[in-house]
């Protein structure tokens, strides 16, 4: 890679390998000045935003930067068994330093592990490590020494033919050794009990101060992590179902039978608004949640959801967990036609609790501009990572595409189209041609090439019919002009929206 790309004339540089990609993640995103200020007070102050626009302006990509500049989770939340009312476990939030303190804990009742030739003679030979015959140790799985082909099982003193048993029992595969033997030993001036466990091809020690945490350890209710200390505070719960948005508890078909089925704690799943807890939920086409958007706006009043069985014909259905924490920044996202289907109370709440942003469409086509255009077109090709980088003779083509589709769809003179998804997909076509071809470097040749062969099927329609009614009423049938559906084609611009 060269030298790195300057806000200087970028056509003096050879191809895109000499853009410098910015590390700041929001400075990545094309000509969404006022929205990317917007997104840093929002991601410092946690606020909510709502972001309206086209697809392909930019809007999942603020959202997604705008999790790296808020703090890390600092809470992990957990669904505890209840034993006297099993249907309703307790949440439990743990702080960072909490989890960090327990998991010392649990590592200190691991206990000491030893080679089990460093452990008393007795203690290795009962818990299957050491031959009794021949003093040869090996696994405890293997129950005939590989040394001497004697069985390693504990003869059994009890009855006459209890040494026979024991034989047999080692030939068939059964084993008489102990998982752990209990002892004593010498300590200052008094004896203190000692275990011995096995522990894979080592043998574990446990001694009394040890045994003690773990008795503590034990008397606690068990416990089921269901949001992470460690997690991404970035969750796309876009077209998420009720389940996924929400949570749920899984089914059991004991129905929680303590003897026979999964106790319901272990069965409970959080949702999405669970998982973005100190972190951003993105909603994009939100409107497409339809009555959900009230769980959505329950959830930012009350910082915390219930999570219960969804499936009324489920034994999870008469679980219930209340009250877990659900506080994150709603990130939504829809596009102008729909800003009217967004429910009245959950956007009173993103604009009394934070901001609305009108995403722009074009920006205007000068120097700085086409400067951004260079940086995005390398941002594209080194996030496909499959694609060679392009000369800028061949990055001024998709530039002039980016004119182009300006002048053409978004009715905008002397600009350069912000609706950079297509544009993507030219890039990434381009270089699927350089590749075939096996070339080092996409040229102008590719991107023409591609521009014929990647043009949308409504400019292509376009192109052939000159409009979308004529190309209904060509290729359709006597009965489909007298539906609804023709209908709504008439209606329909050539620039992808209704009338």
Known sequence: ???????????????????KIPSNPLDRVIGQDEAVKMAMIAARQRRHLLLVGPPGVGKSMIAQAMSFYIQRPKEEIRVVHNPQYPERP???????EEVNTEALELGSVEGMIMDPQNVPVSVAERLGYRCPKCGFYSVYTEQVCPNCNSPKVQVNTQGPFGDVFNV????????????????????GDREEVIVYERAGENIRILDEKTLERKRKMEKKSPSKVIVPLDRNPFVLATGASETELLGDVRHDPYGGHPQLGTLPYERVIAGSVHEAHEGVLFIDEITHLGNLQRFILTAMQ?????????????????????????NFILVAACNIQDLQYI??????????????????????????????????????????????????????????EGARRAKDIDHKERALTLKLRELGGLIRAAGDICVSEEEKLIEKRHVKEALNMYLPVEEKIKKYYGNFGAAVSSESTDSQKQSEYFSNYHNYRDDRSYQ
């Open 1 to 19: 890679m060269g030298t790195p790309f300057l806000n200087a004339n970028f056509e003096e540089f050879p191809d895109t390998s000499y853009v």
């Open 90 to 96: 307790f949440v439990e939030v743990k702080s960072a």
């Open 168 to 187: 047999i029992g080692a030939a068939f595969g059964v084993q008489n050794n102990s998982e752990r033997v209990t002892s004593t030993r010498k300590f």
């Open 302 to 326: 009350e910082r915390n959801f219930p999570i219960t069985g969804r499936n009324p014909q489920s034994a999870g259905a008469s679980v219930r967990v209340d009250k877990v924490p659900a």
């Open 343 to 400: 429910l009245s109370p959950l956007r009173s709440r993103i604009v009394g609790s934070g901001y609305e942003i009108l995403m722009e469409t074009t920006i205007p086509d000068n120097l700085e501009n086409r400067t951004k255009y260079i940086q995005f077109i390398a941002q594209e090709i080194i996030v496909d990572g499959k694609i060679p980088h392009m000369a800028m003779d061949a990055a001024t083509m998709i530039i002039d």
